[in-house]
C-alpha cells in the first residue's frame, strides 16, 4: 500500500499542493483525476522522489519510502522517454536491466510483454518507426518489465484507439490482480469512468474527494432520476423536481432531498411521480440514474 501524507509544496512562492493525502492499495485500479494544472504531475513527481515536497511525506507498506523501494515501481512518464533509434526490444531489455535483472530474464520478460500488448511483431523496428499509439505500448511494456511492487502512470490512456485503450486495461488490471496497487492520472473522464475502481481527485492543489468510484457516484446521485414521457410540464411544476438536463427524449430530474427530514424520501417520491406519470399517459422509460464522474467533477473541482 502506498500511503500519501499531508503533501504540501511550493513552487517559488506559488503553494500548488495543499495538504494532499490519499492512499493506494493493491487488488485495483486507483484514477486519479484533475483538471490541467490540478497538480497531478507534482505529485506523482513527489511519490516518485523527483521533487521533494516541502512538507509531507510518503508511506510504502506503512514505513516512509527509500530510495531502493522506488527501484522497485514502475513509472510511465507524461513526456515519454524511449530513444526513437532503439529497436523495441532491445529498448525493452535495455530498461530491465537498468532495474537489475540479467540478460536471459530480461529478454524473456520483454518478449513476453511485447506479445502481451501486440507488439510481437514490431519488436526489432526502431521506436520512432511505431505509431504514437505503438509507442505507448512500447512505454508500457518498459514501465512494467521488472515486474514492479507498485505502478504509476502519467496519462496512459491519452492518444490510444479503443483497442489499444483495452489492451492496456487489461495489462493493468493484471498487475492489480497480482496485489500491485496502480495509481493512473487522467483528463479522460469517461475513460477513468469505465476504467477505474477508486478515485482521487484534485482540483487546484487540493484532494477534492477520494473512494470507491461507485460509491462516489452514488453518493452523488440521490434524487436522480431518468423519464421518457409525452409530455413533463406537470412535472417540472412540482415544486421538489428540478431539471437537471435533457437525452433525446429522456428528461433527467433530480428530487430535492427534504433538509428536514430524518430520512431520505426521494425514492418514495419517484415513486409516486411514476404512478402519477403511469396514470397520465405511456411512460417509456424511468429509472434511478447513476451520475457520470463528469457531472460530480463539475460540481466539486
Ligand atoms: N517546475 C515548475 N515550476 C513552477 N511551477 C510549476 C512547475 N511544474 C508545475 N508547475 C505548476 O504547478 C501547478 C501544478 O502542475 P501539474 O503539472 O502538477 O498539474 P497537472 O494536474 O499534472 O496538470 P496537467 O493535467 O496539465 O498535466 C501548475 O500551475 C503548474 O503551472
Not at 509531507?56 to 510511465?76: A, K, N
Not at 435533457?246 to 428536514?260: C, M, P, Q, T
Request: glycine share 10%.
Amino acid at each position: 500500500m502506498l500511503d500519501v501524507r499531508g503533501i504540501s509544496h511550493w513552487y517559488g512562492d506559488r503553494q500548488v499542493l495543499r495538504d494532499v493525502s490519499f492512499t493506494v492499495t493493491g487488488g485495483h485500479l486507483t484514477g486519479f483525476v484533475g483538471a490541467n494544472g490540478a497538480g497531478k504531475t507534482t505529485t506523482m513527481r513527489a511519490i516518485l522522489g523527483l521533487i521533494r515536497p516541502t512538507q509531507g511525506e510518503v508511506l510504502f507498506e506503512g514505513r516512509p519510502i527509500t530510495d531502493t523501494d522506488r527501484t522497485r515501481f514502475g513509472y510511465m512518464p507524461e513526456e515519454r522517454g524511449l530513444y526513437p533509434k532503439m529497436k523495441v526490444r532491445e529498448q525493452v531489455i535495455y530498461f530491465a536491466q537498468l532495474h537489475g535483472l540479467d540478460k536471459v530474464t530480461a529478454a524473456k520478460r520483454a518478449d513476453e510483454l511485447l506479445e502481451r500488448v501486440g507488439l510481437g511483431e514490431r519488436a526489432n523496428d526502431n521506436v520512432e518507426a511505431l505509431s504514437l499509439g505503438n509507442q505507448q505500448r512500447a512505454q508500457i511494456c518498459v514501465s512494467l518489465v521488472h515486474e514492479p511492487e507498485f505502478l504509476i502512470l502519467d496519462e496512459p490512456f491519452s492518444g490510444l484507439d479503443p483497442i489499444a485503450v483495452d489492451v492496456v486495461l487489461g495489462v493493468l488490471q493484471e498487475q492489480a490482480a497480482r496485489g500491485v496497487p496502480v495509481l493512473f492520472s487522467s483528463h479522460q473522464l469517461d475513460v477513468v469512468e469505465r476504467l477505474s475502481d477508486e478515485l482521487v481527485i484534485i482540483g487546484d492543489g487540493e484532494i477534492k474527494a477520494t473512494g470507491s468510484r461507485v460509491g462516489l457516484q452514488e453518493q452523488h446521485s440521490r434524487g436522480l432520476f431518468r423519464i421518457a414521457i409525452d409530455e413533463d410540464a406537470w412535472l417540472l411544476s412540482r415544486g421538489d423536481v428540478t431539471e437537471v438536463s435533457r437525452e433525446g427524449d429522456d428528461l433527467l430530474f433530480r428530487i430535492d432531498a427534504d433538509a428536514d427530514a430524518d430520512t431520505d424520501d426521494t425514492d418514495a417520491r419517484g415513486q409516486e411521480i411514476l404512478r402519477e406519470a403511469v396514470a397520465r399517459g405511456p411512460v417509456r422509460r424511468f429509472n434511478h440514474e447513476l451520475v457520470r464522474l463528469s457531472t460530480i467533477f463539475k460540481e466539486i473541482r
